[in-house]
């Protein structure tokens, strides 16, 4: 028979996307500055590359938005 869920463990996943959701922005702040970097000293290579890890940086942001919006009312309407 399975365990009723604990609320504090939604509350800890809640808390975790959160901060995994500020660590990602903060590295997307970082590709921006480096991408406009990389135009200034009209370093192809280097825009090619930060375009890339931008991009996957982008799509880790949604992941985690996604799971925020799925996990963000079973957490917050979890009885005692």
């Not at 280097?46 to 890339?52: G, H, K, Q, S, Y």
């Given at each position: 028979?399975?365990?009723p869920?604990?609320?504090?463990?939604?509350?800890?996943?809640?808390?975790?996307?959160?901060?995994?959701?500020?660590a990602?922005q903060a590295?997307?702040?970082?590709?921006?500055?480096?991408?406009?970097?990389?135009?200034?000293?009209r370093?192809?290579d280097?825009?090619?590359?930060?375009?890339?890890?931008?991009?996957?940086t982008?799509?880790?942001?949604?992941?985690?938005?996604?799971?925020?919006k799925?996990a963000?009312?079973?957490?917050?309407?979890?009885?005692?």
């Open positions: 028979m399975r365990q869920r604990r609320p504090e463990s939604g509350l800890l996943l809640l808390r975790d996307l959160r901060q995994l959701f500020l990602a590295v997307n702040v970082h590709w921006i500055y480096l991408g406009q970097v990389a135009q200034a000293v370093d192809q280097l825009l090619t590359e930060v375009t890339a890890h931008h991009k996957e982008l799509t880790h942001i949604k992941w985690i938005k996604t799971r925020m799925e963000g009312p079973q957490a917050l309407t979890v009885e005692d």
